[in-house]
């Protein structure tokens, strides 16, 4: 299914209810249970993620071991939670040993991801990570090279802004790139239109009336 079609699924519930089923690829087998996406599904902010780690299998929500809250943390620095974004994976299930989705197991899911991005309708899709950048922006470019630079490409029928930023995982022991993560971070709430509050006004004190005598000596009558 390319990335440019629109959803065959006739609704969110039967999007849903067909990815939780899901024995199309060998993950299937091995996993805990489906990790489907967690957040508002009519959210302006989509993150994107490469696939389910082992607490995210065990639970069944994306991104809750240490990256996710992470993950978290930034969410909230902009002024925004989890409820308020979408958070998914480019696979639904997890991978043994947390390796790398294979090429059968993306396609597979390609399908769910392509859908739920289109029945969100985001203004912005972030892609965490090299695996969800490269799939969703069609372009082999690395992360390192793309990260914090947005474009706009037609996702699950729609014209979106994608935003690639690295993985929370890579800022998890390099202070350095958690930088880097936080200033990339901070151009979201541009990019989605979010009205930025302005800094309180600076209240000045008023000045008090100089005594009288104070000021006869000041207009240099004593």
Request: charged share 20%.
């Amino acid at each position: 299914m390319s990335l440019l079609e629109p959803s065959p699924f006739a609704s969110w519930a039967d999007l849903e209810r067909e990815a939780l089923a899901c024995t199309k690829c060998p993950l299937a087998e091995t996993r805990t249970q489906v990790v489907f996406g967690v957040g508002d599904p009519h959210a302006d902010l989509l993150f994107v993620g490469e696939g389910p780690g082992e607490q995210e299998d065990l639970t069944g929500e994306p991104f809750v071991g240490r990256a996710g809250r992470l993950l978290t943390s930034l969410i909230e620095d902009i002024g925004l939670t989890r409820a308020q974004v979408y958070i998914a994976n480019v696979v639904k299930c997890r991978p043994p040993g947390n390796r790398d989705p294979l090429p059968l197991e993306i396609e597979s899911c390609r399908p769910y991801l392509e859908a739920q991005i289109g029945f969100i309708e985001p203004k912005v899709v972030v892609t965490l990570g090299n695996l969800a950048t490269k799939l969703l922006s069609g372009k082999p470019t690395g992360i390192t090279q793309v990260h914090g630079r947005e474009q706009r490409v037609t996702l699950g029928g729609n014209e979106v802004t994608l935003y690639p930023i690295f993985h929370p995982a890579a800022a998890l022991y390099t202070p350095r790139m958690l930088e880097v993560l936080e200033a990339d971070f901070k151009r979201l709430p541009e990019l989605i239109g979010l009205a930025v509050s302005p800094p309180p006004p600076v209240v000045l004190a008023p000045t008090p009336a100089p005594a009288p005598e104070t000021a006869a000596v000041q207009l240099g009558l004593f």
